[in-house]
């Protein structure tokens, strides 16, 4: 009786699972679609234009003033790195066990997994704004492909593949069992990749890199989570002749 009762009603995590996979496959089945047809152009004109719409309710001025949209994005990419800050050393500590005496795991786990999933929809509004910023003019491809932007393309397309990689540990989420631990563990290791990336983008692209308040948020980012993973190696270390003895 309790089986069958189980199987007609699916767990929350199985229906997320379900609308992530079948949402990322939309999405690229739409964006197919419109390369195909060659309504590529249509569609980018068509986010852009929303995007100018959202920032005209914000505020910004409907002639060649666009400089809401670059504040929009600045704000935005700051946000998103200190949401994935805290969603790294988050990871870490859930690895590491440092804080099981004071909260439990799974609240960190929790606490992890939401600030990536915030990290990466930040992230995501930080480079999509860009299109209304019509002093920049960036195209849809040039936010989509990776180097393919004329405006500092190394920089920019560091940022560009950060974005990718958050999307995949994300949606390994919802994945977990289907996946099993040991190979989500693995993936896990390229959130370190995301980091980095994400760290040199927002410093050798971002134009507020030389304020002494982001000097000091890059430099204590980076050395905390420098220090955690470092106690992180060296407590594995550790646990290793452990188990041998």
Do not use: C
């Amino acid at each position: 009786m309790s089986t069958s009762v189980s199987r007609q009603h699916p767990t929350r995590e199985i229906t997320l699972t379900n609308a992530v996979v079948g949402g990322i496959a939309v999405a690229f089945g739409l964006m197919t679609i419109m390369i195909v047809t060659g309504q590529w152009p249509t569609a980018s004109t068509a986010v852009s234009n929303i995007l100018v719409q959202i920032g005209r309710w914000l505020g910004a001025a409907p002639a060649a003033d666009s400089r809401v949209y670059w504040y929009m994005a600045r704000s935005a990419g700051i946000v998103a790195y200190l949401l994935l800050w805290g969603s790294v050393a988050g990871g870490i500590l859930v690895s590491n066990k440092l804080l099981n005496s004071f909260v439990k795991p799974a609240a960190v786990y929790e606490v992890h997994k939401t600030l990536s999933i915030l990290a990466l929809i930040v992230g995501m509004f930080h480079g999509f704004i860009l299109l209304g910023d019509t002093y920049m003019n960036f195209s849809v491809l040039d936010l989509l492909i990776p180097f393919h932007s004329s405006y500092q393309p190394f920089r920019v397309g560091l940022g560009i593949l950060g974005l990718y990689l958050s999307a995949i540990l994300v949606a390994s989420f919802y994945i977990k069992k289907r996946i099993g631990q040991r190979a989500w563990k693995l993936l896990h290791y390229t959130s370190f990749g995301v980091w980095v990336m994400t760290s040199l983008h927002g410093i050798v692209a971002g134009t507020d890199t030389q304020s002494v308040l982001m000097k000091m948020l890059y430099t204590v980012a980076i050395v905390s989570v420098g220090y955690l993973l470092t106690y992180r190696i060296f407590m594995e270390k550790e646990s290793v002749p452990a188990r041998a003895r």
